[in-house]
C-alpha cells in the first residue's frame, strides 16, 4: 500500500473570518479613499488596497500560503509574467504621443 506523502494543513475557521473581515474592511476603505481628492494617488491607493486584497485571497482563500514550493513557484512566476505584460503595456501607452506620422 502507498503512503499519501501531501500534507494537509487544516486552518481554523477565526483564520476565515478574519481574513474575510480584513476584506470587508478593504472595500469600505476603498470606497472611502473613492471619495476623498487625492489627485492622482486615488488610483494608487486604489490600486494598493486592491492588490492587498488579492494577495489576501491568494494566500489564505487559495491556500497558497500553505501549499509546496512548486506551487510558490507557479505564482511567482505568474506574477512575473503579469508585472512584464503591464510594463510593456505601461511602455506603450506612455510613448505613444513620441511617434509621428506622415
Known sequence: MS??????HIVPLSVYYT???ALLVGTALTVWVAYIDLG???TVVALAI??????LVVLYFMHVKYASKLTWAVV??????????LALTFNDYLT???LTYG
Open 76 to 85: 511567482s512566476g505568474s506574477v512575473f509574467w503579469l508585472l512584464i505584460l
Open 19 to 21: 481574513i474575510f473581515a
Open 3 to 8: 503512503e499519501n506523502h501531501q500534507h494537509t
Open 50 to 55: 486592491a492588490c492587498t486584497k488579492a494577495t
Open 40 to 42: 492622482a494617488l486615488n
Open 96 to 98: 505613444r504621443h513620441l
